[in-house]
T-cell receptor
Framework: EAQVTQNPRYLITVTGKKLTVTCSQN?????MSWYRQDPGLGLRQIYY???????DKGDVPEGYKVSRKEKRNFPLILESPSPNQTSLYFC????????????FGPGTRLTVL | GENVEQHPSTLSVQEGDSAVIKCTYS??????FPWYKQELGKRPQLIID?????GEKKDQRIAVTLNKTAKHFSLHITETQPEDSAVYFC?????????????FGTGTRLLVSP
């Protein structure tokens, strides 16, 4: 079964405590991306990756890091989380073609106190 | 870069009525326009998409139209049902980023009352 998984699904943490949200896909997709969703702002892209070791900034990359060491995994790293990073985060994947369907993971709700 | 505006932000209709959501985009080179539906507490899921070489596409009760000259596209839902209640997002893929990312609108909350 084609899947995009994220972990954890829910996380409450404190300011400054490093955290990682994992994203994994089993569809052999080249393209992976991270979005944050905030009320009234829609989905905003944080980072994306076209393939292993190839990553680039999206629209709101400040305060985030990513890595793509394996094709199936694309973790999102918050080195020093702050309250303004409280949000709902979605990982998404698609094949290499820009007009192919993009599939979203189940989401991670992060609260930074 | 690409900018996508979506209207209205909320839309309330009676069951059986039609609903129309409109989006405009800024990059005339954009060529891919998907629509996503997000039910409460769930992930966004693609419901229909259109490419720039097509003016209209239909799938049962939903249809999307594209006007490249005016740079806008619309989602049409006919014979709405309560299960159509959700947030709908439009998106566009632009040339400025080598078509490498989707830019989303801010969403429309559709409420269908029985």
């Amino acid at each position: 079964e084609a899947q995009v998984t994220q972990n954890p699904r829910y996380l409450i943490t404190v300011t400054g405590k490093k955290l990682t949200v994992t994203c994994s896909q089993n569809m052999n997709h080249e393209y992976m991306s991270w979005y944050r969703q905030d009320p009234g702002l829609g989905l905003r892209q944080i980072y994306y990756s076209m393939n292993v070791e190839v990553t680039d900034k999206g629209d709101v990359p400040e305060g985030y890091k990513v890595s793509r060491k394996e094709k199936r995994n694309f973790p999102l790293i918050l080195e020093s989380p702050s309250p303004n990073q409280t949000s709902l985060y979605f990982c998404a994947t698609r094949s290499g073609r820009s007009t192919d369907t993009q599939y979203f993971g189940p989401g991670t709700r992060l609260t930074v106190l | 870069g690409e900018n996508v505006e979506q209207h209205p932000s909320t839309l309330s209709v009676q069951e059986g009525d039609s609903a129309v959501i409109k989006c405009t985009y800024s990059d005339s080179a954009s060529n891919y326009f998907p629509w996503y539906k997000q039910e409460l507490g769930k992930r966004p899921q693609l419901i229909i998409d259109i490419r720039s070489n097509v003016g209209e596409k239909k799938d049962q009760r939903i249809a999307v139209t594209l006007n490249k000259t005016a740079k806008h596209f619309s989602l049409h839902i006919t014979e709405t049902q309560p299960e159509d209640s959700a947030v709908y997002f439009c998106a566009a893929s632009g040339m400025n980023t080598g078509f490498q990312k989707l830019v989303f609108g801010t969403g429309t909350r559709l409420l269908v009352s029985p």
